[in-house]
């Protein structure tokens, strides 16, 4: 027995904590119109993120979501157009963690800056909606999640206003997104036309209740089909993998490092999030399969393959290095397809959730590189890899933990990164005794792993080995930049402890999703 | 709990130092680096065990506590010593000590950072001797890796970034593929394991082996693995056709990490295949003793004949770690209990030479700038101390008796003249003696141009004797050398009575 009841609605605090903080920045910014109060305006984002990580893990721990417990359980929210369950918290917890990451270096790398409030807010305004898309439970709901993120998310690609690439990045972003936009709600009107039903069970029960009146299986077939297929399109442009991930160098590019830590990492686990509950919850495999006469899971096998490839050998071929992590950042999320590929196997729940902890360690290996990165802006060294050269005897530290998480991404052990992308390659060879294409993604993600050290490696190299090109004065050491990208590289490093644990919640968050 | 004290102190070790400030940072690892080395002799003196780590018997100091469970299989904190793993333990804590010291030195950059490297190398190197779980291992295994990477690409000579990049990619991509034959392993070995203990594992082998995966049947499947492993590990050795990083790396390397490379790290490869190939794959070791021994007497021929055709001091050094590495190749496949446990005992005895050698090598790069043999004559006037140890050392090498090279070459060949697993034994028994030869040849002809002579190397600036520091710890490897040449039994007894059960186990 609980000693308090809470209403339904609270299990969604920490989306909406989010809300509010971005509500409190913004009463902060008309109370004190161009506030220059760095410290007030990041700390109140700190603040708010954290607070919605604290709650986060305070309901994960305290069984909120897990099945089989008394008293607990999935939490409908709003006639199920929000759900509450493993899934959506274990999510919650990437967001927030890269959310505050974010803040924490955006403390100097703002200095100076003109819009520090709008900034903010943006951000934690952009959390919110990643936060919503992960327990959204409804097409509706998803879209307007989706939107939520997108719309604050291009105007932080673009908020360098005197910047021709950060402008022009965000005008990119904005025109692809709205275009990803348009065809996901496309897909949205296409299967409420084939189904009657926005809420995802529902399409899921309509969906097998066609399945089995084969009858109407033909004409039915075709507009879910190409409902699903347009769905795909709007999740592929909200987690950057092919075909829709043009937007992504040109965006993080331009875009302030910080910011572009926050789309290629929160962003995207937002996407996948998404991705996940949609096609486990309202398309079941069989049933799916019998009226538009293809397996979707098809579709994501072939999307990982070329999304991881094309990822890794556009990533070998950069000389910025921001660029490079972008395209490395497409080829991650080749990887994370790979969970739902092998969703039509036998244990494809379990490659599900390897595929839920390469996200999470993820989120904390690049948002630490591209805060590196920022650092390196922040110092004004310049972009490519010569400009990196030598930096390592100036600032041994934070080229320390570049090096870890360079090495972590790669999959070196005993990085975080080598046991989430182990983790992900043993579920989906074990899944591939059901379904043999598995094998193909398991070789091509190892291929991927190691074809990716070379680029990895090279920005080690330049950072420790390479003389510097010009003799530099000692670098600043702006601390908030430097707390996150520490913060970032211990977590990288000390989550070895407690993988099991978190591992076992993403397995666990997924078994249930699918079940 | 002493292992864990051990690698803890050389990884704490590591990281004061890294903060360190460079002036006291030389001096600070040493002291440091005592302590592991102490604590290791005191493992040495206290070690009671008996048997095979990984097969039956005691284990020493063991420990293990659960870690993580990934799938159907678990991972612990899995440590412990047996005769095989221990005196490469003490080899390691011995060399890092004394790598220390040789640095003071020629390293006058970013010195914190270098000595830091040094205690990582270490605690990781200390890892991979004891530690009994396969992922534990490979963590510490790889781990190696990156400090190394990072020495001789940044102290290193002219060429470094070249050598380390090329250091990384072989040793990386040979390690990618013992993974993955090792974990197919574990998977073909079906639920008669659940853990990925090697103990576990080697007595899943041994009493049956793999069911099979993917339609490979489970002998097949056996035979990729071994071959998957073998290929690893051999990079690693390095034994020809992969030695090629060898060379460029240690030239390249600076003098402590050509001493740690060639002292224990390519002891990791021989270590890691006895431990996995000749251990767990008996009947594979049988079916393939013949092509394995060709190419450990191709190994010791060709790597002699490389280093005969140097003229630089520590390319030939370089180059005679590949054939002496053929030796222990040869050694293992014989699969005798001489054979075996000559290997192993080739293992320390070449460690503790191939380390004196570089060093002395090291010495007389930092007096005269150069290390050509065509440059250099007379050099036993100007360093007599140096140079007579360099002297002593290759004939270590040459496998002078009352030295350990002698006793680790002589149960070699002894225990592979007589094997009867390998066919045509005494055939390459001759082959590989023959590479004596021709290892006398070459240092001896080094030294007769380099160290006799007239002195007529034309410097600037004054070439005089070598440091003390520098010859001290020179005259403790020495010692060392000398002490297992006159009483082996002080290692061989316990790594005989770790040997047998792999012989048994296997025949």
Same mark, same amino acid.
Request: with cysteine; aromatic share 12%.
């Given at each position: 027995?609980?000693?308090?009841?809470?209403?339904?609605?609270?299990?969604?605090?920490?989306?909406?904590?989010?809300?509010?903080?971005?509500?409190?920045?913004?009463?902060?910014?008309?109370?004190?119109?161009?506030?220059?109060?760095?410290?007030?305006?990041?700390?109140?984002?700190?603040?708010?993120?954290?607070?919605?990580?604290?709650?986060?893990?305070?309901?994960?721990?305290?069984?909120?979501?897990?099945?089989?417990? @008394? &008293?607990? /359980?999935?939490? $409908?929210? !709003?006639? #199920?157009?929000?759900?509450?369950?493993? *899934?959506? %918290?274990?999510?919650? +917890?990437?967001?927030?963690?890269?959310?505050?990451?974010?803040?924490?270096?955006?403390?100097?790398?703002?200095?100076?800056?003109?819009?520090?409030?709008?900034?903010?807010?943006?951000?934690?305004?952009?959390?919110?909606?990643?936060?919503?898309?992960?327990?959204?439970?409804?097409?509706?709901?998803?879209?307007?999640?989706?939107?939520?993120?997108?719309?604050?998310?291009?105007?932080?690609?673009?908020?360098?206003?005197?910047?021709?690439?950060?402008?022009?990045?965000?005008?990119?972003?904005?025109?692809?997104?709205?275009?990803?936009?348009?065809?996901?709600?496309?897909?949205?009107?296409?299967?409420?036309?084939?189904?009657?039903?926005?809420?995802?069970?529902?399409?899921?029960?309509?969906?097998?209740?066609?399945? @089995? &009146?084969? /009858?109407?299986? $033909?004409? !039915?077939? #075709?507009?879910?089909?190409?409902?699903? *297929?347009? %769905?795909?399109?709007? +999740?592929?442009?909200?987690?950057?993998?092919?075909?829709?991930?043009?937007?992504?160098?040109?965006?993080?590019?331009?875009?302030?490092?910080?910011?572009?830590?926050?789309?290629?990492?929160?962003?995207?686990?937002?996407?996948?999030?998404?991705?996940?509950?949609?096609?486990?919850?309202?398309?079941?495999?069989?049933?799916?399969?019998?009226?538009?006469?293809?397996?979707?899971?098809?579709?994501?096998?072939?999307?990982?393959?070329?999304?991881?490839?094309?990822?890794?050998?556009?990533?070998?071929?950069?000389?910025?290095?921001?660029?490079?992590?972008?395209?490395?950042?497409?080829?991650?999320?080749?990887?994370?397809?790979?969970?739902?590929?092998?969703?039509?196997?036998?244990?494809?729940?379990?490659?599900?959730?390897?595929?839920?902890?390469?996200?999470?360690?993820?989120?904390?290996?690049?948002?630490?590189?591209? *805060?590196?990165?920022?650092?390196?802006?922040?110092?004004?060294?310049?972009?490519?890899?010569?400009?990196?050269?030598?930096?390592?005897?100036?600032?041994?530290?934070?080229?320390?933990?570049?090096?870890?998480?360079?090495?972590?991404?790669?999959?070196?052990?005993?990085?975080?990164?080598?046991?989430?992308?182990?983790?992900?390659?043993?579920?989906?060879?074990?899944?591939?005794?059901?379904?043999?294409?598995?094998?193909?993604?398991?070789?091509?993600?190892?291929?991927?792993?190691?074809?990716?050290?070379?680029?990895?490696?090279?920005?080690?190299?330049?950072?420790?080995?390479?003389?510097?090109?010009?003799?530099?004065?000692?670098?600043?050491?702006?601390?908030?930049?430097?707390?996150?990208?520490?913060?970032?590289?211990?977590?990288?490093?000390?989550?070895?402890?407690?993988?099991?644990?978190?591992?076992?919640?993403?397995?666990?968050?997924?078994?249930?999703?699918?079940? | 709990?002493?292992?864990?004290?051990?690698?803890?102190?050389?990884?704490?070790?590591?990281?004061?130092?890294?903060?360190?400030?460079?002036?006291?940072?030389?001096?600070?690892?040493?002291?440091?680096?005592?302590?592991?080395?102490?604590?290791?002799?005191?493992?040495?003196?206290?070690?009671?065990?008996?048997?095979?780590?990984?097969?039956?018997?005691?284990?020493?100091?063991?420990?293990?506590?659960?870690?993580?469970?990934?799938?159907?299989?678990?991972?612990?904190?899995?440590?412990?010593?047996?005769?095989?793993?221990?005196?490469?333990?003490?080899?390691?804590?011995?060399?890092?000590?004394?790598?220390?010291?040789?640095?003071?030195?020629?390293?006058?950059?970013?010195?914190?950072?270098?000595?830091?490297?040094?205690?990582?190398?270490?605690?990781?190197?200390?890892?991979?001797?004891?530690?009994?779980?396969?992922?534990?291992?490979?963590?510490?295994?790889?781990?190696?890796?990156?400090?190394?990477?990072?020495?001789?690409?940044?102290?290193?000579?002219?060429?470094?970034?070249?050598?380390?990049?090329?250091?990384?990619?072989?040793?990386?991509?040979?390690?990618?593929?013992?993974?993955?034959?090792?974990?197919?392993?574990?998977?073909?070995?079906?639920?008669?394991?659940?853990?990925?203990?090697?103990?576990?594992?080697?007595?899943?082998?041994?009493?049956?082996?793999?069911?099979?995966?993917?339609?490979?049947?489970?002998?097949?499947?056996?035979?990729?693995?071994?071959?998957?492993?073998?290929?690893?590990?051999?990079?690693?050795?390095?034994?020809?056709?992969?030695?090629?990083?060898?060379?460029?790396?240690?030239?390249?390397?600076?003098?402590?990490?050509?001493?740690?490379?060639?002292?224990?790290?390519?002891?990791?490869?021989?270590?890691?295949?006895?431990?996995?190939?000749?251990?767990?794959?008996?009947?594979?070791?049988?079916?393939?003793?013949?092509?394995?021994?060709?190419?450990?007497?191709?190994?010791?021929?060709?790597?002699?004949?490389?280093?005969?055709?140097?003229?630089?001091?520590?390319?030939?050094?370089?180059?005679?770690?590949?054939?002496?590495?053929?030796?222990?190749?040869?050694?293992?496949?014989?699969?005798?209990?001489?054979?075996?446990?000559?290997?192993?005992?080739?293992?320390?005895?070449?460690?503790?030479?191939?380390?004196?050698?570089?060093?002395?090598?090291?010495?007389?790069?930092?007096?005269?700038?150069?290390?050509?043999?065509?440059?250099?004559?007379?050099?036993?006037?100007?360093?007599?101390?140096?140079?007579?140890?360099?002297?002593?050392?290759?004939?270590?090498?040459?496998?002078?008796?009352?030295?350990?090279?002698?006793?680790?070459?002589?149960?070699?060949?002894?225990?592979?003249?007589?094997?009867?697993?390998?066919?045509?034994?005494?055939?390459?028994?001759?082959?590989?003696?023959?590479?004596?030869?021709?290892?006398?040849?070459?240092?001896?002809?080094?030294?007769?141009?380099?160290?006799?002579?007239?002195?007529?190397?034309?410097?600037?600036?004054?070439?005089?004797?070598?440091?003390?520091?520098?010859?001290?710890?020179?005259?403790?490897?020495?010692?060392?050398?000398?002490?297992?040449?006159?009483?082996?039994?002080?290692?061989?007894?316990?790594?005989?009575?770790?040997?047998?059960?792999?012989?048994?186990?296997?025949?």
């Amino acid at each position: 027995m609980a000693v308090l009841e809470l209403p339904d609605w609270m299990a969604l605090a920490p989306a909406l904590i989010l809300a509010g903080t971005a509500l409190v920045l913004f009463l902060i910014d008309s109370i004190d119109p161009h506030s220059t109060n760095r410290t007030l305006l990041s700390g109140t984002a700190i603040v708010g993120s954290l607070s919605s990580l604290a709650v986060a893990v305070w309901y994960t721990a305290a069984g909120v979501g897990a099945t089989g417990i @008394e &008293n607990y /359980g999935v939490i $409908d929210v !709003m006639n #199920g157009q929000f759900v509450v369950d493993q *899934l959506a %918290l274990y999510f919650m +917890i990437i967001i927030s963690v890269v959310t505050a990451l974010v803040t924490v270096a955006s403390h100097d790398y703002l200095r100076d800056h003109t819009y520090q409030a709008e900034y903010y807010s943006l951000v934690v305004l952009a959390a919110t909606g990643m936060s919503m898309m992960a327990a959204s439970n409804s097409l509706v709901t998803i879209f307007i999640a989706l939107e939520l993120t997108s719309l604050p998310s291009y105007a932080l690609v673009a908020i360098l206003k005197d910047n021709r690439g950060s402008v022009e990045a965000g005008l990119k972003y904005f025109l692809i997104g709205a275009l990803s936009s348009a065809i996901f709600v496309y897909g949205v009107s296409l299967v409420y036309g084939a189904t009657g039903s926005l809420q995802l069970e529902a399409i899921a029960t309509e969906v097998e209740v066609i399945a @089995e &009146n084969a /009858g109407t299986a $033909d004409e !039915m077939g #075709g507009l879910l089909g190409l409902g699903i *297929l347009m %769905l795909i399109g709007g +999740i592929a442009f909200k987690t950057a993998s092919v075909p829709f991930h043009f937007w992504a160098p040109e965006a993080y590019e331009g875009a302030p490092a910080p910011i572009s830590a926050f789309l290629s990492s929160a962003s995207k686990a937002a996407g996948f999030v998404l991705a996940f509950r949609v096609f486990t919850t309202a398309f079941p495999v069989g049933a799916t399969a019998d009226i538009i006469g293809v397996d979707w899971t098809l579709a994501f096998a072939i999307l990982a393959i070329v999304t991881m490839t094309l990822g890794n050998f556009a990533a070998a071929t950069q000389e910025n290095v921001k660029r490079m992590l972008a395209y490395s950042s497409i080829g991650h999320a080749g990887y994370v397809l790979i969970g739902l590929a092998a969703l039509s196997a036998e244990g494809g729940e379990l490659v599900m959730g390897a595929a839920m902890m390469h996200l999470l360690v993820y989120g904390f290996m690049n948002t630490g590189a591209f *805060l590196f990165v920022g650092l390196a802006e922040h110092w004004g060294v310049g972009r490519t890899f010569e400009d990196y050269n030598g930096l390592a005897e100036r600032a041994p530290f934070a080229c320390g933990a570049m090096a870890i998480f360079m090495f972590s991404l790669a999959g070196v052990p005993p990085f975080g990164g080598f046991w989430s992308k182990y983790l992900l390659y043993t579920e989906t060879i074990n899944a591939a005794a059901d379904n043999t294409i598995l094998l193909a993604l398991a070789a091509a993600l190892v291929i991927n792993s190691a074809l990716s050290l070379y680029y990895y490696s090279r920005l080690v190299k330049a950072l420790w080995i390479e003389e510097p090109l010009l003799d530099r004065d000692r670098l600043a050491q702006p601390t908030g930049l430097y707390a996150a990208i520490v913060a970032a590289a211990v977590m990288t490093v000390v989550i070895l402890p407690a993988f099991g644990p978190i591992a076992d919640a993403a397995l666990e968050a997924a078994a249930a999703v699918v079940a | 709990m002493m292992i864990e004290a051990l690698i803890a102190v050389a990884l704490v070790g590591a990281l004061v130092t890294f903060v360190a400030p460079n002036r006291i940072a030389g001096k600070l690892a040493f002291a440091i680096s005592l302590v592991p080395a102490a604590l290791s002799l005191w493992l040495f003196a206290a070690f009671d065990g008996s048997g095979n780590a990984l097969l039956d018997g005691e284990l020493a100091f063991e420990s293990q506590a659960a870690w993580l469970e990934i799938g159907n299989h678990s991972i612990s904190w899995f440590v412990g010593l047996d005769g095989i793993s221990l005196p490469l333990v003490v080899l390691t804590t011995i060399l890092c000590t004394l790598a220390i010291v040789s640095s003071w030195t020629p390293i006058d950059d970013r010195e914190s950072q270098f000595y830091g490297l040094i205690l990582f190398i270490e605690a990781n190197l200390i890892g991979v001797f004891s530690a009994l779980d396969f992922f534990l291992w490979f963590v510490f295994w790889e781990a190696v890796l990156i400090p190394m990477y990072l020495l001789i690409g940044i102290w290193g000579g002219p060429r470094r970034k070249y050598a380390a990049i090329k250091f990384f990619v072989y040793t990386n991509v040979a390690s990618l593929v013992m993974f993955g034959s090792f974990i197919m392993l574990v998977f073909g070995l079906g639920d008669s394991v659940t853990s990925f203990a090697l103990p576990e594992i080697a007595s899943a082998m041994v009493n049956g082996g793999p069911e099979g995966l993917f339609g490979l049947g489970g002998t097949t499947l056996a035979s990729v693995v071994f071959i998957g492993m073998f290929l690893g590990f051999a990079v690693k050795v390095p034994i020809v056709p992969f030695h090629t990083w060898l060379p460029d790396a240690h030239v390249e390397a600076p003098t402590p990490a050509s001493i740690l490379l060639a002292g224990v790290l390519l002891k990791m490869g021989t270590y890691a295949l006895l431990r996995f190939n000749f251990t767990m794959f008996p009947n594979q070791v049988e079916t393939y003793a013949i092509p394995i021994a060709a190419i450990a007497v191709i190994s010791v021929i060709y790597g002699a004949m490389l280093a005969l055709a140097q003229t630089d001091l520590k390319r030939i050094v370089a180059y005679s770690s590949v054939s002496s590495m053929g030796y222990v190749i040869l050694g293992l496949v014989a699969y005798t209990q001489f054979g075996v446990g000559g290997a192993t005992f080739q293992m320390v005895s070449h460690g503790l030479i191939s380390g004196l050698m570089f060093m002395a090598v090291g010495v007389i790069y930092n007096a005269t700038h150069t290390r050509m043999v065509t440059d250099m004559s007379g050099m036993a006037d100007r360093m007599p101390i140096a140079v007579g140890i360099l002297i002593a050392g290759a004939f270590g090498y040459m496998g002078l008796p009352l030295m350990s090279g002698f006793y680790g070459e002589f149960t070699i060949f002894f225990g592979t003249f007589g094997s009867e697993l390998l066919d045509y034994s005494p055939l390459f028994t001759a082959a590989a003696m023959f590479g004596i030869v021709i290892v006398a040849g070459y240092l001896l002809f080094a030294l007769q141009r380099a160290v006799f002579g007239p002195y007529r190397l034309e410097t600037d600036y004054e070439v005089g004797r070598a440091p003390m520091h520098d010859v001290a710890s020179m005259v403790v490897l020495l010692g060392l050398i000398i002490l297992l040449g006159v009483a082996p039994d002080l290692i061989f007894d316990m790594i005989t009575d770790a040997v047998d059960p792999i012989i048994r186990g296997g025949l």
